[in-house]
Structure formats: structure tokens, C-alpha cells
């Protein structure tokens, strides 16, 4: 792996724990849960991951 | 204030890992569930990078040292250990009937993603979009059904969740004993290589958050 993909897997490996900590998991009362709650979050990490691996490529392939 | 990381079985094994703002654990029994929460400054709750790594740290710890853990999510803490339990006490059944169902258990996620050329339009009509969207939500269902049978033998429960988008195809998440772990990421390879055109990732294992939402969210 490349430096850069080692950190992009961080980046969706930290998107993905968010989404599990902020939008799953019991809450005790409906009413207490964080405003963040219900956004896709898995989804808005793989348009992060799709869009930086099309970076990644442009510069690899301008790069040799 | 008292932050909430977990609900697990008493006597509970308490981990030696600290919480939100480096605060010591405790933990509190009412009947046979225990709760593991530290005690925190009001203004460390909020959903600060910090404060999700260190909850997930928690989380993570209390699963791997108790059989049967219902992963907290991150909320507003509670004013005192007896308004977290008062708040356990209400709904004792519901959570005693979760304990069981994840028992043992970890969550695996699959991601299924649409190997795109790049070539798309950027901006279809009102129709094709519609057209598309639909093709993409019957897509996920047809995938969704195809893993649901290879893994049937593993899994105790799943939970689907269809975006129809055209990058993301579908993420399913999928309630496992510990130690099917291999078995499962096999059955997913093997659905994989039926579909050239797609890309199968698997996420987990890690404890049974999506399955530990006690409002019918794990049906």
C-alpha cells in the first residue's frame, strides 16, 4: 500500500467508527441523541474514499 | 455528569482503560444489567474526535472482556448515576432480551460498491435519474438477497441498508458468533466472484452496535 491509500483506509476506517458511535449503539431515551444522528455517514466516507483514489491516480499517472 | 459506554451483564469485567477526558471507569448494576459510564465534565460530551475514539476505545475493551455488550451510543450524559439508571430501570426487559440476541456475538458490515468508468453523465435528465435510481435500488435488493443467502448459515441477524446511489450499492451489516468470523468473509468472497462488476468490501468485526437498537431497529 502507499503512503497515501494507508492513510485514506484511516480516513474510512475513522468515517466508519464515527457512524457506529454517533448513529448506532442503544440509547437509553429517544431524546438525548447527538444532532449529527441519522446522516449517512458510511456514504459520505465513500464519496470521500472514491473521490481521493481518483486524486491518488491523476497523480500517480502524472507522476510517471 | 455521567457519560454511558455499554450495557452489559452483571457482575460485570470492568476493562483498565480510561474514559472520555482520561476519567476512570465505574460501573453500576440494576439487577442483571450492568452499566460501565465514567464521570465527566459537562463540556467534554460533546462529539469531539476525542471523545468518539476514546467511547469506541471503551467499547471496544468491555466487548472483548464480556460475553454479552450493548454498545452505548454517544449522547448527552445524564445529570447522576441514579438518572442513568433510573433511565436502565425503564426499559430492563427490552435490554435483558438484547443482551441475549448479541451474546457471543460480533457485527460484520459489508459495503457493496459499483465499479465506476467515470464516464457517467454529470447531470442526467429528471427521467433518466429517475430511471437510474430505480435501477440501482433493485440492484442493491438483488445483491442484498444474494449475500443474505451465502451467509445464512453464519449469521443470527442482518440489517440492510439500500442508499440506490451510484457509487455505494448497499451496506448490510450482519450479527455473527466470534468465532465465524473467516467463515463469513469466505461465503462474501464467494458471492463476490459471481459479480465481476462489483466490489465487495468487509468491515468488523467489532461489537454488535447496529444490533443493540433496542426501538425495532434490529428486526
Known amino acids: 500500500m502507499t503512503n497515501g491509500s494507508t492513510a485514506l483506509q484511516h480516513e474510512v476506517t475513522l468515517v466508519e467508527l464515527v457512524d457506529r458511535v454517533l448513529n448506532k449503539g442503544v440509547t437509553l431515551t429517544g431524546d438525548i441523541t447527538l444532532s449529527v444522528a441519522n446522516v449517512d455517514l458510511v456514504y459520505v466516507g465513500l464519496r470521500l474514499l472514491l473521490a481521493s483514489v481518483g486524486t491518488l491516480e491523476r497523480l500517480e499517472a502524472d507522476a510517471s | ?155 443470527r441477524d442482518a440489517l440492510r441498508g439500500v442508499t440506490g446511489t451510484r457509487e455505494l450499492v448497499l451496506t448490510a451489516s450482519y450479527l455473527l458468533a466470534r468465532e465465524d468470523g473467516g467463515s463469513f468473509r469466505a461465503a462474501v468472497e464467494t458471492v463476490a466472484s459471481d459479480r465481476p462488476d462489483l466490489s465487495y468490501v468487509c468491515v468488523g468485526p467489532w461489537p454488535a452496535y447496529s444490533f443493540a437498537l433496542v426501538d425495532g431497529g434490529a428486526s
Open chain 2, 1 to 155: 455528569m455521567v457519560h454511558l459506554y455499554a450495557l452489559t451483564e452483571h457482575p460485570a469485567n470492568l476493562p483498565h482503560v480510561r474514559g472520555i477526558g482520561a476519567t476512570p471507569l465505574a460501573s453500576a448494576a440494576l439487577g442483571a444489567i450492568e452499566a460501565i459510564f465514567s464521570e465527566i465534565d459537562g463540556d467534554s460530551a460533546e462529539p469531539t474526535e476525542s471523545a468518539i475514539l476514546a467511547h469506541a476505545h471503551v467499547v471496544d475493551e468491555v466487548a472483548r472482556i464480556n460475553d454479552a455488550v450493548l454498545p452505548a451510543r454517544l449522547a448527552r450524559p445524564y445529570e447522576n448515576e441514579l438518572a442513568l439508571l433510573a433511565a436502565v430501570r425503564d426499559r430492563d426487559v427490552q435490554f435483558r432480551a438484547a443482551l441475549d440476541r448479541v451474546r457471543g456475538c460480533v457485527e460484520m458490515g459489508v459495503r457493496v460498491l459499483r465499479k465506476t468508468n467515470g464516464n457517467e453523465a454529470d447531470t442526467p435528465s429528471g427521467s433518466q435519474y429517475m430511471r437510474s435510481r430505480l435501477t440501482s435500488v433493485k440492484l442493491a435488493e438483488t445483491v442484498a438477497d444474494e449475500l443474505d443467502e451465502a451467509v445464512s448459515g453464519l449469521a
